[in-house]
């Protein structure tokens, strides 16, 4: 969340805001759920989301204290994660896919199995996640991401043992810089980071893969018993304002869900392909996985390890 529109919210109001950052989702959840935490206000992605609704650890929103959720586009509305839109609020989305520096890549890649065919060992970058480590082997066995079982982990095993073998860096932080600096030629990034470099070079290419990729929502939401539930939902109203939303797009420029913010953007960023991609890709958003999480965690671990 961009510091100036923190700023702004407190100078209309007079509320004060204090910002506490988690390094993953998973480390929210945890917090949360073992209720050592005392949020007014937090920022999950769809999952971590979904997890928390049956877990009973959200308010229900007060919606007549945000009308500005009519910006929403259609498509943000009635997500699986929270289908009657009564615990959660979409503030930003996006997808994760391949960065290729064309420049130094001739060769076509279309998906993961191009990415990791070999040719680019020790020039990628990839994500230092562990649930989208495995979504990608999912992916590229025609499983869906949320497929996960103690077989299909079994089945991406050997795919991951090919795999990450290959990858010269772990960034969930700022993969961009790797590939700016030119220490990589390739990555699997989040689009945010792909619009970036796309804008400071056209060589920088985002491919949404071939097989499938993961959309995901982060959202905000109220912790149960948030003290100030009221100043929260204020908060979001004001999020929600296009004229607000747009600062967020200037400085993260993800894909944004609130259609009336986008009409407010320049024809160079709806063009970024990575912030919004043409055509009909193929993509799926991460469903709550429970205590399957830590056998993802395991597999992955255990292949870094080797």
Known sequence: MPQEVIDGFTKETGIKVSVENYASNEEMLAKLLAGGAHYDLIQPSEYTT?????????EELNLANIPNIKNLAPEFTKLPHDPEGKYSVPWMAGSVGIVVNTAKVKTPVKGYGDLFDGTHKKRIVVLNDNREIVSWALSFLDHSVNDITPET????????????????VYD????????????????IVWSGEAAILYKKNKKFQYILPSEHAHRFIDSLAIPKGAANKENAEKFINYILRPEVSVKISDAFPYTNPNAEARKLLTKAQLANPASYPPGDPKLETFSDIGKTAKDIDKLVTDLKGQ
């Open 50 to 58: 979904e997890a928390l609704i049956k877990a009973g650890k959200l």
């Open 172 to 187: 969930s932080d700022s993969p961009k810089t790797e590939l700016l600096n030119g220490d990589v030629d390739l990555g």
């Open 153 to 168: 982990l079994q089945q991406c095993k050997p795919v991951l043992e090919k795999w990450l073998p290959q990858v010269k």
